[in-house]
């Protein structure tokens, strides 16, 4: 049984519209408080799933407070339903590095080279 506290906090989370809380977690996201707007925007995805920008703004939470293997795995979620999202093809490349995995890294980074129109990196 989750106590007042608990209750108190998810609620503060979980409060409002959508667009409450998508503007509510990018205040988090700006504040630089990665882990609060995380906290916001997985609830959001998973209510908004098809959505590019709620999922986008959670990957770049999960990096900024070094949950790469989250960050990854909305990444490639993002990269499957939109191969030529470039940012998401980037971001998916630095979480790649930061992970060591460099040679994995390599191709979406370089992929995301072409789709914005950086051919001189190829």
Not at 51 to 63: D, H, I, V
């Amino acid at each position: 049984m989750a106590n007042a506290a608990d209750t108190a906090n998810t609620t503060y989370y979980d409060h409002g519209t959508a667009t409450e809380r998508w503007e509510r977690a990018q205040q988090f996201f700006d504040a630089k408080d990665y882990a609060g707007a995380a906290r916001v925007l997985a609830a959001l995805v998973e209510e908004v799933p098809e959505q590019t920008g709620p999922r986008l703004l959670l990957a770049r939470a999960y990096y900024h407070s070094a949950q790469l293997r989250r960050a990854e795995a909305e990444l490639r979620t993002i990269v499957e339903r939109d191969p030529v999202e470039h940012y998401a093809r980037l971001m998916l490349g630095r979480t790649l590095e930061r992970q060591a995995r460099h040679e994995e890294a390599e191709s979406h980074l370089r992929i995301a080279s072409a789709l914005a129109g950086s051919f001189e990196d190829i």
